[in-house]
């Protein structure tokens, strides 16, 4: 069973601040790796996907992917109150999907 | 208009009953996933299809039913065997065979047992 580790949170930052999430996994067949933004009562949307070590930036967002040490991180540059949201890390292996439980962030005004 | 579509919106069970949520996509992908997330979890595998005609099971498909008579459609049935089927049903796609595979979320259903 693969497991994607997540900490729940929730992570509150002030407005404009950088927020880090941060994700571990426990296969090291994980081919592919993606960040999901979940507002509540709303299904997944894709922010961010990183299939090799190191940074992938993308206007505010950059994801990190380190495969020797199992772990993807998202970080969030100036955080706007619309960034408010649960945030899945999910790992693809052999075209199955993995997910965490997600990180709620608050970002405060 | 590209995208992944799931009907209901919400959805009402009687004790006993088996209900059926549909999911289409025209987005040409090959691989379709259903999902079941409980309030304050995760997602978990109910089935998958990676090409017409096949599918298999995930992590939780006891009480659960699939097809996928075509490329665009994959309905779920919540049989009366699934005790507690209450929760948020989302339906996924993805493209298969180009080792960067991404997955997209249609709007999701949510079952209610009335």
């Known amino acids: 069973q693969k497991e994607v580790e997540q900490n729940s949170g929730p992570l509150s930052v002030p407005e404009g601040a950088i927020a880090s999430l941060n994700c571990t996994y426990s296969?090291?067949?994980?081919?592919?790796f993606f960040w999901y933004r979940q507002y509540s009562g709303k299904s997944p949307e894709l922010i961010m996907s990183?299939?090799?070590?190191g940074d992938k930036e993308d206007g505010r967002f950059t994801a990190q992917l380190n495969k020797a040490s199992q772990y993807v991180s998202l970080l969030i540059r100036d955080s706007q109150p619309s960034d408010s949201a649960t945030y899945l890390c999910a790992v693809n292996a052999f075209n199955k999907f993995y997910f965490g439980s997600g990180t709620k962030l608050n970002v405060k005004p | 208009d590209g995208g992944i579509t799931q009907s209901p919106k919400y959805l009402f069970r009687k004790e006993g009953q088996n209900v059926t949520l549909s999911c289409e996509q025209n987005?040409?992908?090959?691989?379709m996933y259903w999902y079941r997330q409980d309030p304050g979890q995760g997602l978990r595998l109910i089935y998958y299809s990676q090409i017409v005609n096949d599918f298999q099971k995930g992590d939780i498909a006891e009480g659960y039913s699939v097809s996928r008579e075509k490329k665009e459609s994959f309905p779920l049935t919540v049989t009366s065997a699934q005790k507690n089927p209450t929760a948020f049903y989302l339906c996924?796609?993805?493209?298969?065979?180009?080792?960067?595979?991404?997955?997209?979320f249609g709007p999701g259903t949510r079952l209610l047992v009335l």
């Open positions: 990183i299939y090799s070590n």
């Open positions: 996924a796609s993805s493209i298969s065979g180009t080792g960067q595979e991404t997955q997209y």
């Open positions: 296969d090291r067949v994980s081919q592919s």
């Open positions: 987005l040409n992908h090959d691989a």
